[in-house]
């Protein structure tokens, strides 16, 4: 599984259009296998959905999210997660510890 979150710095963006890049985290086991930064290009939300997709994401983090995005995201087939705060790695723990703990579920958005 592959796991995107929009972020500014380190930090999980306040909204998904204006974040500066997306760490992408790929799972294996319930751990972190591998970490990397992708800059947002600020491709239309079509395109950029389709760019997560070819890199294999499967869910996309974000804290506040546009519903042009959030379709568009949906469309390609990743699941979008809403409302995390905290750190970038931080989101990404805590989505995986949901997942595995069976109580997936989106957080209230701050």
């Known amino acids: 599984m592959r796991i995107a979150v929009a972020c500014q710095g380190l930090d999980v963006a306040p909204r998904f259009a204006r974040s500066s890049s997306f760490m992408c985290y790929r799972v294996d086991r319930g751990m972190f296998a591998d970490c990397q930064n992708m800059p947002n290009l600020s491709f239309p939300p079509a395109q950029l959905a389709q760019v997560l997709k070819d890199l294999d994401v499967s869910v996309m983090i974000v804290n506040r999210i546009d519903p042009t995005s959030e379709t568009a995201l949906k469309a390609a ?5 809403a409302g995390y705060t905290g750190t970038a790695s931080a989101a990404a723990r805590t989505y995986i510890g949901r997942t595995l703990s069976g109580t997936h579920e989106e957080l209230e958005a701050s």
């Not at 087939?77 to 997660?81: F, L, P, R």
């Open 77 to 81: 087939g990743i699941e979008v997660q």
